[in-house]
């Protein structure tokens, strides 16, 4: 049984590791305290360029919600087609309408200017007021798969409703479930929702090598890395898990 393996690269450094380790797909993104925003063209250009598996940046021009300006959706179209010219195997995007559904008419548009690029509909679907209908929706939009917690903090909380999603969708889009999962829980998780598609930060926080700190500014600078060797464990235990299944 086929399964993917989707990692978050928020350094160059992770977009090595997580190819290194197994991962099937690299969600690149900045500004991790902000849940991840768009890269900037020099981020891509150089993921791109390291690595040899799929890379989909996010097309996200700021945190908070998902509901943007006119001149906040030029920038997403602008990335896009940066992120096309330089070579990338998709994007990932979500925007909602101001009562919590799905707008269809821009994310038509970013599925279009997307092209031969795969598109992934992101976590904006865990804030839709009917998933249910938002589900149909994205996928006549053209998206390939949706990336979800159940509309709850974590996958593991919102299990019922990805194993409801999984159900739905029949095949049509793959439903990837994603938030806190790690090598303790993706089996459990697997096993509960049907999915076969996962997504995990294997997140990693690395102190500063700088030998200078100004202790005046009374802070702490960490740097948000991907832990490979977490990458390489969920990419073995789902393997084994799917090998024994099939």
Known sequence: MKFELEVIAFDLISCQLAAD??????????????????????????????????VFPIIRPRGGDFLYTQEEFDAM????????????????????????????????????????????????????????????????????????????????????????LVSQANGRINIMPGSGIRVENIIQLAKDTGATCFHSSARKTFESPMQYHNTDMKEKLVQVSLDGTEVKHLKHTLITHFNSTH
């Open 21 to 54: 380790n197994g991962a099937d797909r690299i969600e690149l993104c900045a500004n991790p305290h902000e849940g991840g925003t768009t890269p900037s063209y020099g981020m891509m250009k150089a993921a791109r360029k390291s690595t040899h598996i799929q």
């Open 77 to 164: 179209k602008e990335d896009i087609m940066a992120a096309q010219d330089i070579g990338c195997d998709g994007v990932v995007i979500g925007i909602l309408n101001n009562d919590g559904s799905v707008d269809i008419e821009k994310c038509q548009e970013l599925v279009a200017l997307a092209g031969d690029m795969e598109v992934t509909f992101h976590r904006a679907f865990d804030r839709v007021k009917d998933p249910v209908l938002s589900l149909e929706q994205i996928i006549a939009i053209g998206c390939k798969r949706i990336l979800s917690s159940g509309l709850r903090p974590t996958a593991m909380e919102g299990s019922n409703m990805l194993k409801t």
